[in-house]
């Protein structure tokens, strides 16, 4: 009967952990998006892998910043940019959130939008699906990867296609 109750408590006890590596990668994702629009970019670059990429398809362009170094610099381009008019954005990462463990490596599929204002009125200034890879370090998740595909691109399909089941 041991066996059979240490079974269940071992089986029990990794429920719990994917549950809590689930529920931290959603707060990881949540965080980048508060940190973007707070202008935080020390907290922001604290999410990242020291090797870290992004990519962003924006209108028809590819942008992409590898390593901290060149993160650095974009974010804080932006923050400058933006120190007059806080709060004049609302990036939304967490709709429709798939996350796949694999041990310490993990992706997630999700959708993305961002809204600005227009004078004085909320209108969606992008959107599109966004590809996480991310990796456990020291018990902490970071993002490794972040690549961001337009809505009704061939691009967009493939990172839709690339979500595991």
């Known amino acids: 009967m041991s066996n059979s109750l240490e079974a269940k408590i071992a089986k029990l006890e990794a429920a ?8 931290a990668i959603r707060t990881l994702i949540s965080r980048y998006a508060i940190h973007t629009d707070a202008g935080r970019v020390s907290e922001w670059l604290n999410l990242w892998t020291d090797d870290g990429v992004e990519e962003i398809d924006f209108q ?4 992409r910043w590898a390593g901290k170094q060149e993160m650095t610099a974009w974010r804080q381009g932006a923050a400058e940019q933006r120190r007059d ?4 954005r609302m990036h939304f ?5 798939v996350v796949h463990l694999s041990g310490n490596e993990a992706t997630a599929s999700s959708y993305a939008f961002a809204l600005g204002l227009d004078g004085g009125k909320a209108v969606v200034t992008s959107y ?5 890879a991310l990796r456990k370090r020291d018990g902490r998740w970071l993002i490794k990867a972040r690549m961001v595909r337009e809505m009704n691109s061939a ?3 493939q990172a839709l296609a690339a979500t595991p089941q």
Do not use: H, M, T, Y
């Open 60 to 63: 028809g362009r590819l942008l």
């Open 128 to 132: 599109g699906a966004v590809r996480w």
């Open 16 to 23: 719990l952990a994917e549950l809590q590596d689930e529920r």
């Open 93 to 97: 990462q967490s709709a429709n959130v």
């Open 85 to 88: 008019q806080p709060n004049n």
């Open 155 to 157: 691009e967009l399909r």
